[in-house]
């Protein structure tokens, strides 16, 4: 457990980018052996360059407001505040097991909650749900505005968590990891899925949130643990092979694929598929 503690105190930024890409370049070959669609006349190069842009501009936006993280950290700890602080008597392992699940809740599912909850947060995440062509790549299809929103959230996280530097990047590890894994355009046996699903959440969960339409959209929110859509009913299970990947009121290929819209929809005119419907409707009639 010590060695774990002492890598992931001072684990090297060429580790952590090592990780990433191979994590990518892994579960790529994979989908390339068992893939869950067949995606026709679809370019799997021009469709990881345009979710490789925004993987890049996640990583400028941690790069640039990463020292908050480290100061928050280092207060938290140097003042023995947040609850693996006031955890640290009792076993490693409990404290470290826990921490992870809180920090997990705080960080990643409490935001995606509200980014599909308050209008403008799901304007910038918006641009992650507009990929109609959902694989590993997707992961980290993020608008910058929600890079900042997330990085936001994590560092709130690391506050009331009390999270040493170890933690957290153990944490986004499991994070980069776990995200790859579950956006990847696999399916598991089902048997497989039905033990994983309680622990962690796969693709076969994952990807139901990725359906085009409600109320699948706003449904597993999780990022590594599955527990919190189970405590918090937002659990769902369908028929991966009936999914439509995208967002009902941006299916056209120009709007969701070029990077200049994807910049600009948080920008545009908020769309309601209710009330585009009543056009449509008005129109035809």
Do not use: C
């Not at 207060?75 to 992870?100: C, E, K, N, R």
């Not at 990085?151 to 968590?161: E, R, W």
């Not at 290929?253 to 200049?260: D, G, M, P, V």
């Amino acid at each position: 457990m010590q060695t774990l503690i002492d890598y992931f105190s001072s684990m090297p930024s060429i580790h952590r980018t090592i990780l990433l890409v191979s994590g990518i370049m892994f579960f790529w070959m994979i989908e390339g052996f068992q893939p869950l669609f067949l995606f026709k006349g679809h370019n799997k190069w021009k469709h990881a360059l345009t979710n490789i842009f925004f993987t890049l501009t996640t990583a400028v936006v941690n790069l640039s407001l990463a020292f908050v993280m480290v100061k928050v950290s280092d207060w938290a700890v140097t003042h023995d505040f947040g609850y693996m602080q006031w955890m640290s008597s009792f076993p490693l392992p409990l404290v470290l097991i826990s921490g992870l699940a809180l920090l997990d809740l705080i960080s990643a599912y409490s935001i995606h909650y509200l980014n599909h909850k308050i209008k403008w947060f799901w304007l910038f995440h918006l641009i992650h749900h507009t990929d109609t062509h959902v694989d590993t790549t997707t992961a980290n299809r993020h608008h910058p505005g929600e890079s900042v929103l997330r990085l936001m959230a994590t560092t709130l996280g690391v506050l009331i968590i009390g999270a040493p530097i170890w933690m957290i990047f153990l944490y986004q590890s499991l994070s980069v990891i776990l995200s790859q894994f579950n956006h990847a355009n696999i399916v598991l046996p089902k048997k497989v899925d039905q033990i994983l699903s309680w622990i962690i959440v796969t693709p076969n969960m994952h990807h139901v949130h990725h359906h085009f339409q409600q109320p699948l959209t706003d449904t597993n929110f999780g990022n590594i643990f599955s527990i919190w859509d189970r405590v918090f009913g937002t659990y769902a299970e369908a028929d991966n092979s009936t999914l439509v990947y995208g967002v009902d009121t941006h299916m056209e290929s120009e709007e969701n694929s070029r990077i200049a819209n994807l910049l600009k929809i948080p920008f545009q005119e908020y769309r309601d598929i209710k009330e585009m419907n009543k056009k449509e409707e008005l129109s035809d009639g």
